[in-house]
């Protein structure tokens, strides 16, 4: 049965998208079935393995506005073997348009459960924010991957995520889905200064057992890679950041698959 997986921290820029790509094509590596979902405005994961928005008939923003079915939405890339349900920016509109629909919370999670057993795993790159979109991504995710970038402040916010996750529990707690923490990722690690091992410390201080033992380094090629519609782990396979993207694959996989 496909498990999904929520990639989402509403602090901007601490790798939700970069983790939600190089994850996917990752585990797409180890022979899953991957689909990624890009329900961020920003488009971000869509324009970062070259999907071309503007050829694009559906994306996202329909599940949410039109009930297009997400057969439809999907698209494949071949050279990646890889399904995406892309974004655009219409989906700015969707918090406004869906404000008194009383089912506007579950959508997504309708629309993922006519496809996912078709896949390993489903990620879901989530948008900035702790909206209706977010919410939407929680609910019909399994379990959630929190990106934590090594930075001073990487803590702010943490709190209300958390929150987040513990309301959306609750919801769950007598329906058959649950939602876990899948762990805390640390992202963009520069291994030349001492406050990222600082942040280390104290977010393992803090979720303990919940801190994946991979760690993802700042490396130029990861961000170099988005500019030509390629995973890392394509672009350029030996880098520090695909090889530690590849990592974190065998370990999600080692977490959910052990017999
Ligand atoms: N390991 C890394 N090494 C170098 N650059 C990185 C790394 N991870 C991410 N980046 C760069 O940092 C920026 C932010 O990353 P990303 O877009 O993945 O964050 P995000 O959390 O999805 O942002 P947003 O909140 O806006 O959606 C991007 O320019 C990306 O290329
Ligand atoms: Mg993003």
Redesign the pocket.
């Known amino acids: 049965m496909g498990k999904v997986v929520a990639i989402s921290?509403q602090k901007?820029?601490?790798?939700?998208?970069?983790?939600s790509v190089n994850l996917a094509s990752s585990l797409i590596e180890l022979g899953k079935r991957v689909c990624l979902v890009d329900i961020?405005y920003?488009a971000?994961a869509t324009t970062n393995l070259g999907v071309n928005r503007s050829n694009l008939k559906y994306s996202s923003a329909d599940i949410f506005m039109t009930q297009a079915a997400v057969k439809d939405v999907i698209v494949h890339i071949p050279h990646l073997s890889m399904d995406v349900i892309p974004a655009k920016f219409d989906l700015s509109n969707v918090e406004e348009a869906l404000i008194a629909d009383d089912n506007k919370n579950f959508i997504l999670s309708n629309a993922l459960e006519s496809v996912k057993d078709e896949y390993d795993y489903v990620i879901i790159?989530c948008?900035?924010s702790l909206g209706l979109i977010t919410t939407n991504a929680l609910i019909a995710a399994d379990s959630v991957l929190i990106?934590v970038q090594c930075e001073f402040l990487a803590m702010d916010g943490l709190t209300q995520l958390l929150n987040t996750i513990r309301y959306i529990q609750n919801k769950k707690q007598y329906s058959a889905k649950k939602l876990v923490i899948e762990g805390v990722l640390l992202?963009?690690l520069d291994t030349r200064s001492n406050i990222g091992y600082e942040i280390i410390s104290e977010i393992k201080t803090y979720f303990r057992e919940k801190v994946f033992k991979t760690i993802?380094?700042?490396?130029?090629k990861?961000?170099v890679s988005?500019s030509y519609g390629l995973p890392v782990t394509e672009f350029s396979p030996r880098s520090k950041?695909s090889v530690s993207y590849k990592n974190l694959a065998k370990e999600l996989v080692e977490n959910n698959e052990q017999i």
């Open positions: 921290n901007g820029g601490v790798g939700k998208t970069t983790t961020d920003q971000n790159d948008p900035p990106p992202t963009m993802i380094p700042r490396n130029v990861v961000a988005s950041g």
